[in-house]
Each structure stands twice: as C-alpha cells, then as structure tokens.
C-alpha cells in the first residue's frame, strides 16, 4: 500500500473542497494516485447527488455579480435544502462564483452552465456535485438571468432571498438603489403595461366580469366596470404604474419623468419561489413508524 501523507490528503481536499478522510480514504483506494483519486471522489460525489436528485430543495438563496463599470451583470438563484446550508460560506463562494462565470460567458441556460469550465479542468456540474458530497444536502442552480445594460445596472439583495437587478438610465446611484427596493417590496411582473402578457390580461377581464354579474351590477355598466377593473390591476402589476414606495402620491413613471430616467428592464428572484414545498405532518409520521415497529 502506497504511503499516503497528510500533504496528499490536503492537495486533494483542495482540488475537491471534500472532508479529510473521505480524500484520505480515495487516495488509499487509488494507491496514491492522486488524480485516479480524484476521478473516484468525482464519481462517488455524482452517486451521492443521484440518490438525492429527488429531494425537494426550495431553499437557498440569490446571488449577483455586476462589473465594475455597472455595464454587465447576473443574478442567480441556487437552491439547497436548508437554510442552514444556505448560509454555509462554501455555498455562498460557489454561488457567486457561479454569478460572475454567468456574466462573462453571457450564458442564460442552466444546463449550458453546467458544462461550462468554473475553475481550471473543473466543471460548474461537477463542482456543484462535490458540495452536495461535502455539505450532504441536494443542491441545483435553478435560474440565471443575465443584464448587458443599455444604462448603468442597480442592485439589491434583501437578505439572501429576495434579489432585483435594474438597467436604469439617467438619474443616480440614489434612484437606482431605490427603484431596486422598491422592486423587492412591490414585486411588479413587468415594468410598463405593454409587457404584461395577454393571457394574464384575459383573466383579470374574465374574473371582473364575473365579479360584476354576480354582484348584480346594471347591464349597461358591466364593459365600464370591467375595463376599471382591468386598469387597477395593470397599475397594480407594472412598476411604471405603481406608487413609489417612499411617496406613494407619486408613481413611479413620474418619479423617472422628474428625475428624467428610465427603467429599461429588471429582474426579480425570490427564493423558491414557484417551488412545492413538502409539508410534513410529524404526529402522523411518528405513528406511522410505530405501526412499522409493531
């Protein structure tokens, strides 16, 4: 048996980011050979993400890079199981290293993601299958959006879990910072009405003019009604049309005419967002179990 010392075990750790024995473990297996050892942790950490591919992971949290010229810029979200893995500063590395290699490559798809080179020889698929051997949690990169701005790119994170990108031109740092918050309280779908998808704006019609048959309104009033009712959501949903969270006297298509800017795109994440969590019912499963012991 080959002698494996400790320098050994750590180069492995480094190139792996995996805990001393299981490095120490491959390295004995592989006879000493350090990249054979490799290869068996890469295939070993690869079984380990299968058996756990099923698991619900809704948890997580956002990330963003933005270059220093605010011209370019990413937000990802990368989901795990558990806060607590969420705020693992491993996780927080690989995440925004993720963000930046998004933004360089202009690479929008996750699964192209996935083969692009993270660090030298390594993987964004392959790196992300060693964390889920190192931190024992599933974990997926599940949305990237990335901004070339026409403008200068704002930000935001509240938290972890709440992240909002912007390409605003004219007006400052100030009202860029703003805008961003505002995005993350309000959470418009999309920032003027001519955005906003036809199919969203059939129903809203459809449901107000169930809601105004119901409610027994006058025949001749029902169009009027429904078109009202149609032009609140719009305003409600779009953030030119909403009112600005710091003066809600002022819309926030006005503040931009005043300060004499414009929003020309965003993105919002939030985390899990869409995602079905499993709910799970303890009392139930503890006697379940005890029905199984008996």
Known sequence: ?????????????????LGMMECKKALEEAGGDMKKAEDLLRIKSGAKAGKMAGRIAAEGAVGIYVSGD????????????????????????????????????????VEVLGKAELTPGQTVEATRQALVMKLGENMSVRRIAVHKARGKLAHYLHGTRIGVMLDLEGGDDVL????????????????????????????EREIARARALESGKPANLIDKIVEGSVQKYLSEVTLL?????????????????AKGAKVNAFTLFIVGEGIEKKSTDFAAEVAAQAAQAR
Do not use: W
């Open 1 to 17: 048996m080959a002698d494996i010392t400790a320098g050994m075990v750590k180069e492995l750790r480094e190139r792996t980011g």
């Open 70 to 109: 605010g011209k370019l810029g990413a937000l990802v979200e990368v989901n795990c199981e558990t806060d607590f893995v969420a705020k693992d500063a491993t996780f927080a590395g690989f995440m925004k290293s993720v963000a930046e290699l998004a933004a360089s490559k202009g690479i929008t798809d």
């Open 176 to 203: 860029g910072k703003d805008l961003s918050m505002h995005i993350a309280a309000t959470k418009p779908i999309s920032v003027s009405r001519d955005q906003v998808s036809p199919d969203l704006i059939a129903r």
């Open 241 to 257: 049309g909403q009112p600005f969270v710091k003066d809600d006297k002022l819309t926030v298509e006005k503040l931009l005419a």
